[in-house]
C-alpha cells in the first residue's frame, strides 16, 4: 500500500542516516515479526545484501532479542555459538527491540566491521530511535 511505501521510506532514511553519521555503523536494518508467525522478515536496511530475510525466534543475536525482549550488545561476534553470519567483515553486533504498545514488534539491527565498539551511549541513543519508530508504526 502506499501508507506501506512511506513508512518503509522513512525507515530507509534512518538506516542511511545512521550508517553514514556513525562510524562504527556499517551495516543497518530493521526485522519486523512476521504477521503471527514466530519469525522475524527484514525490513529496510542499508548495507551488504543478506541472505537472511527470514530468521526463526530464538535462532542467532535477532531470533534471541525477539524472545527476551532485551537489547543484545555482542562485543565479538565470534565468540557467540547462537550466531547468524551475514558478513565476514562483522566484528560485532546491536540489537535493539521496538515496542508497541508493550509488545516486541521487531526490532535495530547494527553490524559493525570494528572489534567492541558498542558502548552504553549507543544502547540510548537507539533506544531514544527505537521509540521514535515506534510512534511511526503506530501513527
Ligand atoms: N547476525 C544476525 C543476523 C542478521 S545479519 O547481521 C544482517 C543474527 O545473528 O541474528
Known amino acids: 500500500s502506499q501508507q506501506k511505501t512511506a513508512l518503509n521510506d522513512k525507515l ?3 538506516c542511511q542516516l545512521l550508517e553514514t553519521t556513525i562510524p562504527h ?3 543497518v536494518g530493521f526485522y519486523f515479526k512476521n504477521g503471527d ?3 522475524l522478515k527484514l525490513g529496510p536496511y542499508v548495507g551488504e545484501p543478506t541472505d537472511h530475510d527470514i530468521i526463526p525466534f530464538g535462532k542467532g543475536i535477532c ?3 525477539a524472545i527476551s525482549n532485551k537489547n543484545f550488545v555482542v562485543a565479538d561476534v565470534a565468540a557467540q555459538d547462537n550466531y547468524i553470519a551475514c558478513s565476514i567483515t562483522v566484528k560485532a ?3 535493539i527491540p521496538i515496542f508497541v504498545n508493550g509488545e516486541n514488534m521487531g526490532q535495530i539491527d547494527i553490524d559493525s ?7 552504553e551511549a549507543d544502547e540510548r541513543f537507539l533506544e ?3 521509540a521514535k519508530v515506534s510512534a511511526l508504526l503506530e501513527a
Open 12 to 14: 530507509l532514511a534512518i
Open 25 to 27: 555503523y556499517n551495516w
Open 37 to 39: 508467525k514466530n519469525e
Open 63 to 65: 531470533g534471541q532479542v
Open 93 to 95: 553486533e546491536i540489537v
Open 113 to 119: 566491521n570494528t572489534p567492541d565498539p558498542f558502548t
Open 128 to 130: 531514544f530511535v527505537c
